[in-house]
DNA sequence: CGTCACCACAACCACCGGTTGTATCCCTAG
DNA sequence: CTAGGGATACAACCGGTGGTTGTGGTGACG
């Protein structure tokens, strides 16, 4: 199916004549007949009841046409996401299950005019290259590389610490607990599949690691977090690390549990980056909402590792 | 642009690499190809980054991405919407400014997963011939044909009198009143663009003139809701009926007046027709929902023309 | 009853979009 | 270091889609 003949449908709906549609997309009335027999022939029905006063909708043209314009927009906002110059903020996010996702979410419901789009990168660093080209507007990044400060040209602001909890089956040893200090985990397996050497999450769990003892497996190919949740929902001696503002769905009778850590509890902090000199409007509505919306965050108790960005 | 490229596209990105996607397209790598590259072109944009091993999404792509499923997700919605056998449920309403439409709203608010497509017959013998035909599956009527009952194969039942109210501008002298009885009207000016020979609305208000001796002003081309409030707001001597579901939206400053009739109250009689074997699943839900929130409504006080379908 | 406005069909032709064949690149195995 | 495999891009070729012009048919209206 061809969008230009969705548009010659809708057009010469609204027109209600091929004729009146044909000058209106500067093409001659046969182009538009046989657009239309073609869109019909493809769908398998009359769209038109051709009159010699016009061409009115069928019950099945009625019913098609909101689709069709519905069509039309989608293609439009569509080819707006990457044109440049004024298109929708473009945000990116370090991990689809993480807080930032939902913080953008939030942010969407507030402000549902606005039109977002949302990436995710690899690591910091090509967020920054992405950031200062302009590609993207802003980054949930959670961290600076370690030793790198940022360049002067990015502004950032840590917007939220997302504690982390641990994540078992029913059949796990602490599935029973209400909490866990974080010392007692040393010498359980904690399985984090997918995680990337050189980008900041695996920097993170490497701090986190060293710090208190723990160890990580991070062994296997990443197959999705439903093949996660399966495999720790069925292994007894497995856990794994899981963002607290996770919204979780599965199936009932998986059994999981989701236990805070304690003593201290790890948070990821969450950052916002941008350029300073970045115009498009939407930047500061973002930031205004992320202002207005942050929870005033109790740094006591919990641990990050050193090289976070600060508050 | 094209939806076998937009296609062809999301194929690849899931893929990573063209070779597979012109395999799950069976079409040759060359192709596959020539479309990504005719699509950047059309968009301006960079999407893929080809590498030997592949080609992975830029950030553009990326931004893109969500957009071009969504296309294919409307796609699929638009050609299931004239599809014979499995298609979504197919009412017809008797105006969209109706009430019918707000119990339509409802029944997808409530039941957001059943598909819905809603047209607009002429009149009530087109919708009747629609729905024994099988092209629609229901409509909302307010009434039988004058003289002629309902075909034994079409089932009916009255899901809501609409009371209608009174239009008028904040310079009529009516718009100071809380209420206003119905014989008040007559001698006022009272304007309904549109009304068109043949159709139930008209032999309602043919009635309603008859009964009460009301005066009603049918001329001139129907140019929109917003034409009509205009031409209400700015002329004193000048009123209208409008349904009291309907939800205005008017631009601030206009001081349009909705004033309750009384004594007695003008019903305009909603009925759902259906015909008696139509097997789509999602009609025995509609009634359902029609049935569960149907206001138990008072008949005491209000007037119906006396060929409405029964209660 | 002729004219007008509109749509459909036929013939023609350009160009889009497919295929086959080939060059190039990079990673990897030997 | 080299040969091979797997991936993409480019070139040449060709058929069919989709445009145009020209023409015919049909219902409404004066």
Redesign the pocket.
């Known amino acids: 199916m061809?969008l230009?003949t969705v548009r010659t449908f809708v057009v010469a709906a609204d027109a209600g004549?091929?004729?009146?549609a044909a000058a209106e997309l500067a093409?001659?009335?046969?182009?538009v007949?046989?657009?239309?027999?073609?869109l019909e022939r493809n769908l398998g029905v009359r769209l038109?009841t051709?009159?010699?006063?016009?061409?009115e909708l069928t019950i099945d043209g009625q019913a098609f046409l909101p689709h069709a314009r519905e069509l039309l927009r989608v293609t439009e906002r569509a080819v707006a996401s990457v044109r440049t110059g004024h298109r929708p903020l473009r945000v990116d996010v370090i991990a689809s299950r993480g807080a930032a996702t939902g913080l953008m979410r939030g942010f969407h419901r507030a402000h549902p005019e606005i039109d977002l789009d949302v990436v995710m990168l690899f690591d910091i660093e090509r967020a920054v290259a992405a950031i200062r080209s302009g590609a993207i507007d802003a980054s949930f990044r959670a961290v600076a590389a370690p030793g790198r400060p940022l360049p002067e040209d990015i502004a950032s602001v840590r917007v939220l610490d997302e504690p982390l909890q641990l994540l078992t089956g029913s059949a796990h040893v602490l599935a029973g607990a209400r909490s866990v200090p974080l010392a007692q985990l040393a010498g359980h397996r904690i399985w984090m599949p997918g995680l990337t050497p050189g980008t900041e999450w695996t920097a993170y769990y490497d701090d986190l690691v060293a710090e208190f003892g723990l160890t990580i497996e991070a062994t296997g190919p990443n197959f999705g977090s439903d093949a996660l949740l399966d495999t720790i929902a069925d292994t007894p001696a497995l856990a794994t690390f899981m963002g607290g503002q996770t919204r979780l769905v599965w199936p009932a009778g998986h059994g999981l549990r989701l236990i805070p850590v304690t003593d201290p509890t790890p948070v990821y902090p969450h950052s916002l980056l941008w350029h300073r000199d970045n115009p498009h409007p939407a930047l500061a509505g973002l930031r205004a909402h992320l202002d207005a919306t942050a929870a005033g965050d109790d740094a006591a108790g919990t641990w990050a590792p050193g090289w976070v960005l600060p508050r």
Do not use: H
């Open positions: 061809d230009d004549q091929f004729q009146e093409v001659t009335q046969q182009a007949s046989k657009r239309i027999a073609a038109f051709r009159t010699p006063r016009g061409a």
